[in-house]
């Protein structure tokens, strides 16, 4: 079956992206500098995938883990004194997973100038239950058209993780077959 058809075959009710999009702010301090004395990309990251739970268990309605994070891009750097907003919202939903988008801003936090994009990254977080097995998760219903490209565009890379991670065990199970032991 479809992944498609899966969400379509969900009997809880759906939700929409507007209901769980959430933006984490925080201002950057020395605490936070690499040994270039710009901000560690782990700090963002951090940022990153707190915002990004946030919207998934505000979604699920419960408990959520993050399973991957890709395309993490940094394209700024960002400074001391940057007020960095991090912009996360569902993009699309399978039948307990979740991918959130991310988009990454920084403004100097007292100067009026526009914020600027300096990141972005897309997580998949399955929602778990008690006892940490994935449990169903509501369809996202995507509202403007921006939220309609982005569940499209993540379905793109739903497909490719999926053909990746098959490709990859699939040589795996050739080369023990062939006897490496690697
Ligand atoms: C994520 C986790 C719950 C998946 O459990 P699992 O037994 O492999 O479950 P499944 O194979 O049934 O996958 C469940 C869903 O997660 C998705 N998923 C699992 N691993 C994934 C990965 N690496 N990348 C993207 N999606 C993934 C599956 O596609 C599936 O989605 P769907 O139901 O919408 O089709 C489990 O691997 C886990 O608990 N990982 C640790 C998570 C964690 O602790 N994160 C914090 C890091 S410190």
Redesign the pocket.
Known sequence: MT?QARTAESDIPGKPTSASRTTLSHIMTHNDTNLLGTVHGGVIMKLVDDAAGAVAGRHSGGPA????MDEMAFLEPVRVGDLVHVNAQVNWT????MEIGVRVLAERWNESTPATQVGSAYL?F?A?DAD?R?RAVPPVLPETDRDRRRYQEAQIRRTH?LARRRAIRELREQRAAQGFDD
């Open positions: 992944d883990v993050t399973a991957s399978g039948r307990t997973s998949v399955t778990v940490g994935p993780r």
